[in-house]
Nanobody, 115 residues
Framework: QVQLVESGGGLVQPGGSLRLSCAASGTIFSISIYVMRWYRQAPGKQRELVAGITSGSMTNYADSVKGRFTISRDNAKKMLYLQMNSLKPEDTAVYYC???????WGQGTQVTVSS
């Protein structure tokens, strides 16, 4: 069994920042070989890709978050991160960590951007 556990969500004012973390554990020796992604799902909307990072740390972002969000990884710690700056109300969603090649998903962490 492999678990992905997200943390770091919460309530933040517009313009604020949050850093999400995703910890991989269980029967996964290393995350270094995997592409990893962050997705989000807002109420009433489909889940959408936010950012991805390859095993070589190449990154890609949804247009809506480019320049504001940064995805990173620490393979030694089996951790994935999402630094979110200049948050907007439309960033409100549940954020999920994903390993696409294994279809592993975390349980999600709620991010709410509101004044």
């Amino acid at each position: 069994q492999v678990q992905l556990v997200e943390s770091g969500g919460g309530l933040v004012q517009p313009g604020g920042s949050l850093r999400l973390s995703c910890a991989a554990s269980g029967t996964i020796f290393s995350i270094s070989i995997y592409v990893m992604r962050w997705y989000r799902q807002a109420p009433g909307k489909q889940r959408e890709l936010v950012a991805g990072i390859t095993s070589g740390s190449m990154t890609n972002y949804a247009d809506s978050v480019k320049g504001r969000f940064t995805i990173s990884r620490d393979n030694a710690k089996k951790m994935l991160y999402l630094q979110m700056n200049s948050l907007k109300p439309e960033d409100t969603a549940v954020y999920y960590c994903n390993i696409p090649s294994r279809d592993f998903w975390g349980q999600g962490t709620q991010v709410t951007v509101s004044s």
